[in-house]
């Protein structure tokens, strides 16, 4: 009867030990479910996360991210995240409104914009004016800037995930050196660009960060805060504002067509160019944050005079992500 019982109890043991074994490598195995919104985020989260998480932005590419709002199965993929991480700055209100509402009491939601930058250096303009109180939201286009986000997606990952707080760091540690490569390469390619025709002119204030760290001026925007088309006033400000300054190209978005930007251009005498983008990365195999910025720095320094074989040797590939 001992023997029986001892068998017993070391089947017992065995089938716990199996057991948890089984949970622990589960455990282990378990990818953090990561929401995200724009396709720059997005991107910028799967690199730091590589191998560790799985991302689902909901913003879909070339939709506008100011008048997006979420639909009912957004909800559920809220609703199950382990953690939500958008750009802040009032981009995405209805989103993180909807957040806040289904989400789990122990999903963080993180702003990488709001704690990236002190209130008393956000900025305000044509698009996005101060007596609306929404700041500009666009960060990423400085590279520094979108390091920082980097470094907060990382330590926000990290604190969640701690097991693999090394794989974030050695993501991150990769991947900012390939923005750091970048931002040298912005830098050479306004350097090539004529110093009177550093100056921008954008359907849309996407530049508004971007323009103060690289040395060129924004001249004017031509889209207004409620998103639509400007009034034949604000057309006739920005058409004298482009001959005082002689601007010579005005940017548009193939994914956000302006007649109006066209119609400026052609009074002006200013090429008109839509191909800048501010949320939507190109095709593969350059989909990647880094590839829509030297896309966008290839056009713009091309079209002021400059040379766009300065961003000829930024690797636009998503590196870090591995199987």
Known sequence: MKSIRFTIKLLSFSIIFFFSHVTHSADMDKRL????TVAPITNIVRNIGAGYIDVTGIVPDGTDSHTFEPVPSDARILEAADIIIVNGLDLELP????????KRAKTPIVRLGDRTLRNEDWRYDFSFPREHGHPNPHLWPNIALAMRYAEITRDS????????KE?????TAAYLARL????????????????????LVTYHDSFAYFAPRYGMKVVAAIQPSSFSEPRPQEMIRVIKQVHKE???????????????????????GARFIDQLSDDELPAPPHDSFIGMMVNNMAVMTEALGGNPDCVANVDTRNHTLIP
């Open 246 to 268: 002689k601007v010579p190209a005005i940017f548009g978005s193939e994914v956000f067509p302006s007649k109006a930007a066209e119609q400026i251009a052609r009074e002006t």
């Open 157 to 164: 990952l990290a604190t969640l995930d701690p097991r693999n």
């Open 167 to 171: 794989g974030y760091i050695a993501n």
């Open 95 to 102: 989103t993180v409104k909807l957040a806040e509402k289904v």
């Open 33 to 36: 479910n990561v929401v995200t």
């Open 180 to 199: 750091q490569k970048l931002d040298d390469a912005i830098f050479d390619c306004v350097k090539s660009i004529p110093e009177k025709n550093r100056k």
